[in-house]
Each structure stands twice: as structure tokens, then as C-alpha cells.
């Protein structure tokens, strides 16, 4: 069931990294119980605090990253007040109203490269404080943000410092979105490490699926308590996996050796390969990412023409003539596939 | 990490049956695309349209038994619509309030060795319509019931032909959760077939996590087009897999060569085993169920004891003295634990 | 545009008792600030706390009570929370999922004469406690009644002191629904005052819309700041009416002169001459409520006879030969319509 | 309980139009049916449904605005859908969240003038449905406009016409909340009769509250049975009133005689005498808006100034020097306010 075209249209196309396929295997007929009380599940729980440097971390395993998105801002938000986001935030675009489901409001500001500010967040809740009618309107209770980013850019560290700051001086929390984070963590030039992100941030996830998994996303929550019956949450909202220790075995391997701080590493050489080749045959970036995603601007015929020989993302048509096309690169990224991608661009 | 008691809790404390981890294997480093547009999920949804004789029937899969009990009730009912549900039935009690969640009230009706009759509806539909305040009321809108039951019983297929006829008439959906669905198909003197179900049915779901599936449940419509937007459903309630092949992968095995059909069949044997030897030492059963679920009856002290030596499923305490606990097998139970336990008990 | 039956269906047939409409015109074209920043809001606050003797309370002007109850659980309860309620509670029965559509539970419980006792909460509580799935299940966090209940009749102290006891113990709130408590508070022998209730409750509305009022539910929080942001709840649920004055003059007025204590009684006597001569005449009753409602078991003929001269409230059919129809008296019921009433009967 | 200030800051300060009241006390101690069954909100649809031109309309009197707009917009949506708005509708801004209480995205365009046009429209459901993950996405489902807008302006017919076709190509409602259409109404140059917004809006509401009434909204579907069940999600929405027919009381009197037409007269001419000094005076408008709202752009000090003798209301400050504020005329407005205002201006 192969596909002729090369595939490159994003980083979730294969299964799990061979390291999680075979302590899956390995520990596949033992019996342990249900819903993350098993001793795997544990472990990795363990190993997560530590590579967080948060020893007192809460840490919960769910499935994928609108489930983990919706359960954690349902959890942590009050009924009266919504999330801050990027008007291209996950949340804000492409997660078909989980969070208003959840009856919660996604307060859009414009991004820059993806990214929110301190200054931008201070200025929403100055004018939500500021205004007269404040008691009719969404209080703005958490701000969401995403590291890669929707468009592949990485927060510095002094941004993410700058935007802790601002939230802890506005009493709000600061939530994390990693769907991607391995590929951040493998950037050259990124200089935010877990540990930074568990005292920066209140809550966030590390993605699993895009990084290696078959599946799973890890929740932390730096501050042991922060939400109360998180796990009846997690169940009401449907995310809470039976057989927990599937989740628990892959992320115990994926924190084992610190392969999660290596797995982004082919994807993100790959992409640097590409993107030289892209700059050396003259295309054009909609936009430049440093992570497993690059952003082509093609205009339509060419677009048309290469998406018979590549299967690539398609982002978005800024305008009638032209179309933007994302190339995903992931852990499982090979040189050949690479030659070839560059042998068709 | 295995525990020295010997561990009879639940159904789904193993991975996956073998012949499915085989194929996860062979399959894992192949590309295919996100969300269930592969072709290992086109596959698996023709095997399974094929194997219930409904070859019109819209197949989707989702994660886990909650998580797809909300999506489709949500998705079938209408805003002013509750469902009808035992009161022992899983939405009515173990789900953490997620069909309250999506906005909609369960109307429990008592239960009968875990089922509703064809009567009670009608009752129940008949009161609401005889009623002048029914627009003040919540409408019924489908039932719910579970093959087996809460309880491990089936229905007959005379009873689900009643109940199918009663909902028929009364214009509401008949959903049927088939968590355990395997089981109830390998029981001798099971009468009710995946063709029947999908007769009778307006929606139901193959269970796979405890049917030996790492996870997974695959939600049939027999009806096309029975749910509009359906996928966006899913994605809205957070139970869109990324990797969605991942379950296209196991349902593809568990329809090859009829395993879904035989892999109920070692627990159905072995549960048999226990209960002749549970007869033969005169324990008693809280009530009689033919699937792969026992529930003894215990008093207080013997269950204590037990519960040294068995790990067992608590289930309820029907007074001061008694305690009913939970001996469950499966796909995956062998003789020499069968063995074993007769051995303590 | 009246009537040729006599009409004893409902206590809101008519509009406002005359001192709150000789009020409302008094103040009708003053202009005031809106959403209860009022003056007229404010005394009427200011009365309420003192009738209740709760100087601390919280007091918030709704509009009816169904709105009311829900929004007063939906803003109290935490997610994972459901509350409890007698399965013949208002909640439970005839506000159409109103509180699933906020997301929560209603917990029934058996009731007796409609209402609920410490024993049923201790032992729900309990229950759940114990349970060792409690982390699936809705926790109970609320639990609801009414005084008088849905079948007319009242909580003594005693009753209403060990409910409350029980609720601090398990540390969850008590609401009291007040929807007709001008005629609890009128009725010989109930021993619960305003005070009472407003140390006993962690939350109650004084009914307005059937005890004197063109509408309106005035809520109590007895201890300030136990409900954060209720306003914006109230907005956010649609509750917030803009002329919030006219609620408050109506309070205003109702709380003037103690005559809240005193509109339920012409309703009292009313009733009471009918009950007796609904004695007398050899009725039979369905049950006893001291209040102002009186419940007719009749046979299916008679019932319909009745309901040709008389405009009375269907209440259920308990069996397939007899009706329940509701006789209700208000503080607007005249000598009158009595005399005619019994005439007829 | 009066204001030395003059108060300028709304039109819902006042009670109800002296016309309203004297039906009101008239009919108050008449005896009718509940829930809007009554002959007086039946006699008010009949009008209203005359005033329409739309002899097939289904009409509903609910009480208040945010309320209506919640009620219809999730009455009408289906889960998967969400409803377009300017950033500046009253529906993105001042509801404290209700559209997303109730599961849907309030998707927002630029406003100009408060306003949305048909090209917008277009442009925001073909971007959708040229989307290739429209599926992961929030269906446009519905536009939401109001007349006269947050800022006072109005939509010509030509607009309106272009709006809705715009919608009727698309298949999705067109959704008109008329707070203040009474003052639309009256507004000389306004080309957009009741007729008109009947054939061109498959939902709209009459407003009460902010034009003559003590509350209440008149929904109108002018297509017969275009919302099932209506009255339960009214009822579950907790927007029932039990004496629906002080509502309708309150309408049958507003579209007597042509009082809806009138009322907002007294309001537009006032508006264009304080408009006229305030030209005459020097006075910036932060826009220029014909009907009953005037926006005053100012500096700091003279907002403070102002605010000193006048109470108006808080609009925004749209920067560091400036404030807006919102004078407000109405029904209600006197030539001695308006002198008087003028003095202090």
C-alpha cells in the first residue's frame, strides 16, 4: 500500500521509532493494569520530571494534540474566562471548535512569525482590565502558545521568559503546545530547554506523536496540584487510554537516553539539506522556519506540477496566483529520500 | 515490572494479540497519509462493511470506549434529545459525565441482568409523547445499550429485534457499544451476529482495546450519510487519530482470516474453566453472565483474603457484609493461568 | 381575551400583586444605570440580607427558575461535579437538560413526599467514596431542593438542619429552590424562616416570578464571595437582564413591609377551604401537601369531566385508569373563584 | 433615587412606554396560560407577523439580548458550524462568552462602520470550502449582523440584499439581532423596512428592551418550522418566561397602532439636535453614526470633565490621549434633556 510519489506532506506518516516498536514488543503479553497505574507509565513519569528538571511535576499521558489541547484549557480555565492565542494558533484554526466545545473562547491576537509577545499580552489584559465593561466580556485566563510554532519558528529563550513574566504579572497561566517540541529541541541556535519551559511555563505537553510515537501526547504540569481531578477530566473528555501503558512504554523508551533529545536531529539535517538545495535552485519560502518545516511559495502552476511528483502539505493560497506547499521532515527522514526530493525539485 | 499476584482485574491489562503487533511491525517505517485516508483504514473499513453484511456502511475509527460513546451520541442526537441507557450502563455511570458534557442528559431506565426490554422503551417514549409538559422535558432520542452488557449478558437475538422494532417505531436511533463485542460473538449460544447488529442498528461499535487491539474501536453506521460531518465530530471531541493507520493497521488484522470472530474464544473457554471449578467449590456468583466476565459474590473477610493473592475488579459492595468482585479473561489468558487460579481459589 | 373556565392550573396565570405595579409606575420613567447597579436593586439587596439576617450575603436579581438553577449549578459545581437532586426535582424533570446543557449530572436519588434526606445524601456520598472507580464517575458536588418541593410539601427544620449538616460533612453545597417559598413561609406549621435557610444553605433563590411578581428569582449566597464572578456567569448564561431596576423595584416592593411573609397566605386559606371540602365531597388526594397546591388522583372520566369547567394542571397519569391533575391557588386566588371552584367540584 | 448627573449614558434606563404600562396594569390581574399560550402574545405574533409582511413566521418573545442571540444562534448551528461576525458585533464582544457557552466559534471579520458586506461573506466560505483541511476546521454556518450596529450605522437594502444573497448562495442563515430596530426604523434615510429583513434574514429579532419595553426580545423565523423544537431550546437555554404574556402584553401594545414605528422617533430627533450642537460647538465624533448613538472622540481631561456632569457611557480608548464616549438617547428622551445636555456641552 505505497504510494509512487515521494512523500514528504508531513511528520506523522510513519509509526513509531524502532526503539518504542520493540519495547512494545518486548513487554506486549504482561499484564498490567488500566489507565496509567502501571509500572511503565511510572517510570516514564519519572524520567520526565527529571529531564524537566520539576521533580514534583504532575505528569498524564493523553492521545493526541487537540484532545490534550481541549482537556488541559478546559482544565485549567474557569467558565468565565477563555485562552489567548495566536489568530494561527492550533487552537484558534485547525482543531474544528474543540475549545469553544469546551465552552471556551480563543481571544485571537495577531501573530508575528507565529509567535505572540509579552508586550501583546500585556496590552489584552490591560484592556480587558482597563475596560468598563470587563464583567460582560471573556476574561482572558491563559495564554497559548506552541514551540515549533504553527509556522516552524522557535521562541527564544528571552521570549519565553519575557511572556512568563507577563502572565505571572496578569495572574494567568502559561501553556505550552509541543506537539512538535523534539524538532525544536534538535534545532541548532534554539536555547530552550525542557527545564526552561517546566519553570516558565504552568502547563504543557510534549508531543509524542509527531516525534516518534505511534500516538501520545505527555502532559505536565510543573506544580504538583495545579489541577485538581485532572485525571476525571481527562476521562470525561474521553482522553483517558485504557491500556495507559502503551502510552507509558513509548514515552519510557523516548526518555531512555535521551532519545527524545536526539530523535529531531535527522529531521531537522534533512530540512537544512533541503532548504539549501531550495535556496541554491531559487525557490522562494513563504516564510523561513529553522525547524522539520519549510514553507514553499509557488505560484499555481508550479505548484500544480510539483504536487504530481510530491506529496506535499498544503498551507494556504495567500492569494489567486499563488499556493503555499509545506515540506515535513521527521525522525524518520531518510538521506534518500532526501536525494530524491532534491532530484525532483 | 510484572506483579507477583496473579492478575484477573480486567480485559485489557495485555498489548495487542500477536498477528496485529506483527503488522504494526511489518508496516511501521511505510508512509501514509494522517487521519484514516490510508489505505490499511480503506481496507479495514471494506473487511469490516464485508464481515456485517452492510455493504454501504460508513466506518470510522476511534480510540477509546468513552471517548466514542460521546462522539457518536453527540453527533446522533439533537440539541433537545437525551438518551435512554440502563442505569447500569456504561454512560450512565463510569464515564466521568462525558454524555453531560456534550450536553446531554441519560435517561436511565432500571436494568434487568444489564439489559432494557423492547417494553420499557416504548414506555418511556409513550410517556414523554403522552405528556403536556413534554416540551419542557428532555426528548428521547436513541437508546443505548452494550452487547454484552455491563453485567457480561447478552441479549438474544429475539430481544434485539424487539428493542430494534421499538425504536424503529418511536423514530429513535438504536446504539449499540460493543467494547466487548468479541466475546459476545464467541459465546456458545450466542445468537446475535455482526449482520444482525448491523440490521438492526443505527449505529454501533467494534470494540478492539479489550478485543486485542493496543487500542481502538471502529464506529459503524450501517446507513451512509446516517451522521453528517461526522469526521469533523471526531476531530471536534478530540478523537481524530494523526496516525490514524495505526488503528486501520489492527482492524485490517483483526478482519483477515475471521480473528475477530475466534479471538473471543480462549476467554470465553476459560472463563467457562473458572466457573465450573467456582461451582464445584461452592462460591457464589452475584449474577449468572456466559461471557468473559464473573462476578462473585463475596463476604467481606473471603474477599479480602482473595484480594491477597488474585488481583481482582472491584464492583460494588451490595451491602455492609458482601462484596462482588470481578474475575475477567481474555484473548489473552492461557490455561496455566486458568490453572493457577482454580489453584487459589 | 379571558377565560369562561375557572382557572386553578398554575400560580403564574397572573401578572404582578398591585403594590409592586403601583411601584413599578411610580418609577417608570426614572432613569437608572442598568444590570442591578441601581438604586432599587441595591435597597432591595439591602432588605433581603436583612430578612434573611445574612448582612454578608451575595444577592443577584434573576429572571425565572429555571434560568436561575441552572446557572446557580452550572457556577458552583466544578466540572467533574454533578449534583444531586430527587428524581421528581424540577431540575430532574421539566427544565428540558437545561443542566446537561451546562455540562453537569443530575444525580437522582428515590424521593419520599418529594424530598430528599440526610441518610440518601450520606449514603451517595458514600458511595462514591468508596468506590474505587470514583476517579470515572461524577463526583457529587451539590445537592439540590426545593422548599416547598415539586409535590407541595415542606422540609421541618430538623430535616432541612441534618441536610445541611450532612452537606458540610461531605463538604459539597446545599441549594434550595425557592420558586413558590412565599407560600412555604405562609403555610401553618412550617418552622423554617428566611434566616433559617440562608444559614443552613450554601445558596438559595426567594422565588418571585410565582409569589407576587411579573417575574424575577432573587438568588442568596449567605457567605460573600462564595460563588467568584457570578455576574459574568449570570451574563454569560443570559440571565443578566439589562432594566435590571425592574426586578429590584419588584423586590424592593416585596420585601417592604414584610410583605413577602404575608402574599403566600390568601393562597393558604384558599387552599385549605379547598382541601377541606375536597374532604368533605370525598375526593381523593394522590398525596398530601400542606402548601398551595393540591393533587387530584381522579379516574380517566371524571378527570375529563373535570377538565371541561376547570382549568386545572395535568400532572401524570400513574396508571392507565387514572389521571393526577394539580390544583394550584396563588396570593391572587380570590374568595370567589373558591366558592366557584368548590361549586363545581 | 435619582441622579444628579444628567444621564445620557443608555436607552434601557427607563422603565417601559407609558402605552406599555397601561396595558400591562389593565390586563394585570386576568388570568391566562403560561409560557406565551396566552391570547395576548398570540394577538402580538398575529401583529407582528402582519408588520413582516411574513403570514407563515414562527414568533418567540424571549427576554434579553444576549440571550436571544445565544438561544437562536445555537438553535440554528449544528455542532460542527459557527457564526460569522464583524470583530465588533455585540456577539464577539459583550457576551461574556455565551456563543461559545453554548459549543460554537464566533468567527470574526473586520468590520467597517460596524458592518459586514456580502464579499466578506464570500470570501470567508470560500476560503473554507477551497480549504483542503476544511475538515479539521469550523464550518461558517451562519452571519450575524445587527441593525443598527454596535456603532449606530445602518445597513442600507442594497447591503442587506447583497448580504443575504451572499448567504443564500452559500447556504447559510443570515441572522439580523435588532436591539435598537425600532430606532433603525425611525431613522430618516434608513431604506430597510420590517418587510424587507422577513424576505432577507432566515432569523431576526424585534427588540423591546432597549425600545420601549420593560424587557423582551421578539424572535422571528419568518420561514415556518425553519428551528425544530424551538420552544424546548428556549426552555433549556433557560430563556422561558412562565408569564410568557407579560411579553406579549408588552408587544401586542408595541405593534398597535404603529407604536413600534413611532417610538424611536422622540430618539432620532433628539440625537440629531445634540449631533447639531455638537457641530456647531467644535466636537470630534470618533464616527459618524445616524440613529440614536452619538460617539463622542475627546481627550482625557474633557472626558473626565464631562463625566463629571454627565453620565455617558464607557465606549473604548482608543489610545493613550483619547477616550470615546457614548451618548445614548431613546424612547424616552425629553426636549428638557436635551436642553439641558446641550448647556453642559
Known amino acids: 500500500m505505497t504510494n509512487d510519489k515521494l512523500l514528504f506532506a508531513s511528520d506523522y506518516m510513519e509509526g513509531a521509532h524502532p526503539a518504542l516498536m520493540r519495547r512494545l514488543l518486548e513487554t506486549n503479553l504482561e499484564k498490567t493494569p488500566g489507565y496509567g497505574q502501571d509500572g511503565y507509565s511510572e517510570s516514564a513519569r519519572a524520567k520526565i520530571r ?65 509567535k505572540l509577545d509579552a508586550a501583546q499580552v500585556r496590552r489584552c489584559v490591560d484592556a480587558y482590565r482597563g475596560d468598563e465593561n470587563r464583567e460582560h466580556m471573556v476574561m482572558p485566563g491563559m495564554v497559548y502558545i506552541s514551540q515549533p510554532t504553527e509556522f516552524g519558528t522557535l521562541y527564544a529563550l528571552a521570549e519565553l521568559e519575557a511572556l512568563s513574566a507577563a502572565c505571572r504579572e496578569a495572574g494567568i497561566a502559561l501553556y505550552l503546545d509541543g506537539a512538535r517540541l523534539a524538532y525544536a529541541l534538535a534545532t541548532p541556535g534554539n536555547d530552550v530547554t525542557l527545564p526552561d519551559i517546566a519553570r516558565l511555563c504552568d502547563a504543557f505537553y510534549i508531543g509524542g506523536t509527531k516525534c516518534g510515537a505511534l500516538f501520545g501526547e505527555a502532559v505536565v504540569f510543573p506544580k504538583r496540584g495545579f489541577v485538581p481531578h485532572f485525571f476525571t477530566m481527562v476521562k470525561q473528555h474521553g482522553a483517558l487510554l485504557a491500556k495507559g501503558r502503551i502510552a507509558g512504554v513509548q514515552f519510557d523508551a523516548l526518555f531512555t537516553d535521551g532519545l527524545y533529545l536526539e530523535i529531531g536531529r535527522t529531521a531537522i539535517e534533512a530540512a537544512e539539506r533541503i532548504r539549501a538545495a531550495l535556496r541554491e535552485k531559487g525557490y522562494r519560502l513563504a516564510f523561513f522556519a529553522p525547524t522539520n518545516q519549510i514553507f514553499l511559495l509557488l505560484d499555481r502552476a508550479r505548484a500544480t506540477a510539483l504536487q504530481e511528483k510530491l506529496e506535499l502539505s498544503f498551507w494556504e493560497n495567500p492569494d489567486a496566483d ?24
Open 50 to 114: 527529571a529531564a524537566c528538571a520539576a521533580p514534583e511535576a504532575d505528569v498524564f499521558f493523553l492521545v493526541g494534540g487537540t484532545q490534550t489541547n481541549a482537556t488541559v484549557i478546559d482544565a485549567v480555565l474557569r467558565p468565565w474566562q477563555g485562552v489567548i492565542a495566536a489568530e494561527s494558533g492550533h487552537v484558534s484554526t485547525h482543531e474544528a471548535g474543540a475549545i469553544e466545545y469546551g465552552g471556551h473562547k480563543v481571544i485571537t491576537l495577531p501573530q508575528r512569525e507565529g
Open 322 to 345: 499563488h499556493t503555499i506547499l509545506r515540506i515535513a521532515t521527521s525522525w524518520a527522514t531518510t538521506k534518500e529520500d532526501v536525494d530524491r526530493l532534491i532530484d525532483v525539485l
